[in-house]
T-cell receptor, first 113, second 114 residues
Framework: DQQVKQNSPSLSVQEGRISILNCDYTNSMFDYFLWYKKYPAEGPTFLISISSIKDKNEDGRFTVFLNKSAKHLSLHIVPSQPGDSAVYFCAASRTGTASKLTFGTGTRLQVTL | DVKVTQSSRYLVKRTGEKVFLECVQDMDHENMFWYRQDPGLGLRLIYFSYDVKMKEKGDIPEGYSVSREKKERFSLILESASTNQTSMYLC?????????????FGPGTRLLVL
């Protein structure tokens, strides 16, 4: 039972354009969401997070939007750069679960010149 | 800067061997985790520990065990390796703050079981 889903396995975007990565979840108890970025042969690195009390969080070129009613979140990267090419995982957790995260299956982003 | 290190980057073992994967973190984090990453399946939690000598099963604990004798070290043990345990293994740690913790990952160990 995949509680966190990333339905697009891959995405290709031109440099300078916006990248939008999507994530859906089914467990309404999730109240904290994170995005991680992973390069090949490296561990995932934390990118940005959002609490369920917010609908938007911004950090430089990265913005995460949360739509609780639709159980959907998205990561926007503007402008996209070649160094953003990586696999992006969304993850979710709920209060009281010892920071246990449930991860999506990942989206491979390729930013082309 | 949080540092999570894993004992090996690449490992090749034979079916039936006992395999130890070690993880060390240097930030005095209470929580430690073991995941495996497989194509199309994302990261799946095998075991986690929120204190020394404490452990809890994750989503796919079968065929694995763990040990946490010291706060900074969390070991994953494959008692009798099988080919379906060929995977990328990732260790992570986080500080307990009552919620909203960020997990920090090691570089991963790519295990091939022949």
């Amino acid at each position: 039972d995949q509680q966190v889903k990333q339905n697009s396995p891959s995405l290709s975007v031109q440099e300078g354009r916006i990248s939008i990565l999507n994530c859906d979840y089914t467990n309404s108890m999730f109240d904290y969401f994170l995005w991680y970025k992973k390069y090949p042969a490296e561990g995932p690195t934390f990118l940005i997070s959002i609490s369920s009390i917010k609908d938007k969080n911004e950090d430089g070129r990265f913005t995460v939007f949360l739509n609780k009613s639709a159980k959907h979140l998205s990561l926007h990267i503007v402008p996209s750069q070649p160094g953003d090419s990586a696999v992006y995982f969304c993850a979710a957790s709920r209060t009281g679960t010892a920071s246990k995260l449930t991860f999506g299956t990942g989206t491979r982003l390729q930013v082309t010149l | 800067d949080v540092k999570v290190t894993q004992s090996s980057r690449y490992l090749v073992k034979r079916t039936g061997e006992k395999v130890f994967l070690e993880c060390v973190q240097d930030m005095d984090h209470e929580n430690m985790f073991w995941y495996r990453q497989d194509p199309g399946l994302g990261l799946r939690l095998i075991y986690f520990s929120y204190d020394v000598k404490m452990k809890e099963k994750g989503d796919i604990p079968e065929g694995y065990s763990v040990s946490r004798e010291k706060k900074e070290r969390f070991s994953l043990i494959l008692e009798s390796a099988s080919t379906n345990q060929t995977s990328m293994y990732l260790c992570a740690s986080s500080l307990s703050t009552g919620g909203r913790e960020t997990q920090y990952f090691g570089p991963g160990t790519r295990l091939l079981v022949l």
